[in-house]
């Protein structure tokens, strides 16, 4: 008999998190951030990558796992990088069990020092879904202000992989990219998988819900909603060797596949919410 889906609280790296279990599958997410730390299916690998150098401080924000981009994807604008959110603890909403899933909400609001950045009235949440052959992921924007806002964002997911030659992202050919790599080019996926060697940085417009990610003899299907655009990056062995929270073969065993909003700004009017979620799944 299986048992029933739960969430308990508990430590992990020194930092308050939650515990998600449902079925053989367990998640842990970080109030650090809404930050989710690991996912397990029931098969028992870790899917999800946490560099062993990652600082749990709240000093910069976790090195792996699913951070939150809100409200501003990378250095695209006047915010500092992925924006204002990954390293401030969010509130907790407590959310029952539904049939076979395991649940955890998160919230955060603007305040001050929100505020002195981005003057904007904002409620951001994060809602975490835990099944035993699956992990889905929320992000729900309000606008508790009296003026129309606009942001770009992403849940800027780091898979485990076992050796970088042997994975690839499937389901973007054909898509138009920008290539932050490669001078900001312009470019049309022509290859069936993306495969890396060295340094990829890519901002896949209008992509389609369902994508890929093959690891050897494993895989997982990516799929999102609301957010209009996929980013795949891996940083290479050079720009890996320069990141202090990034011990240097990490990058051999990661590929970030990121639902976001990157080409164009998501607008909310007053009173308004915009929701997008990312959800994986065992193939």
């Not at 959310?95 to 002195?116: C, F, W």
């Amino acid at each position: 008999m299986t048992s029933p889906p739960t969430v308990e609280p508990v430590l992990h790296r020194g930092i308050a998190c939650f515990k998600l279990r449902a079925g053989g599958a367990s998640a842990v997410v970080a109030r650090l951030g809404a930050q989710v730390l690991s996912w397990v299916p029931a098969d028992g690998r870790e899917r999800l990558f946490v560099s062993e150098r990652a600082r749990f401080d709240g000093s910069v924000a976790i090195r792996g796992g699913i951070p939150v981009c809100f409200p501003q994807f990378s250095g695209l604008g006047a915010l500092p990088k992925h924006g204002l959110v990954r390293t401030r603890v969010w509130n907790v909403l407590p959310q029952e069990p539904s049939g076979a899933t395991a649940r955890v909400g998160l919230e955060i609001r603007d305040d001050a020092d929100s505020r002195g950045h981005w003057p904007h009235s904002f409620v951001a949440r994060i809602d975490v879904g835990l099944r035993e052959d699956g992990l889905e992921v929320a992000l729900t924007v309000r606008n508790t202000g009296a003026a129309p806002f606009a942001f770009t964002g992403a849940l800027h997911t780091y898979f485990a992989v076992e050796d970088i030659a042997a994975a690839s992202v499937r389901g973007l050919a054909g898509c138009e990219y920008r290539d932050a790599a490669g001078g900001n080019a312009i470019c049309t996926e022509s290859a069936p998988a993306v495969r890396f060697d060295g340094e990829v940085d890519r901002v896949y417009h209008d992509t389609p819900r369902r994508l890929a990610l093959q690891d050897g003899p494993h895989a997982l299907e990516i799929g999102a909603q609301g957010f209009p655009d996929t980013v795949v990056w891996n940083p290479g062995a050079i720009l890996c060797a320069g990141l202090p929270d990034m011990e240097p073969r990490g990058y051999r065993r990661l590929i970030c596949v990121e639902a976001a909003a990157a080409r164009r700004q998501i607008g909310v009017a007053a009173g308004e919410c915009w929701r997008g979620s990312q959800s994986l799944a065992v193939a």
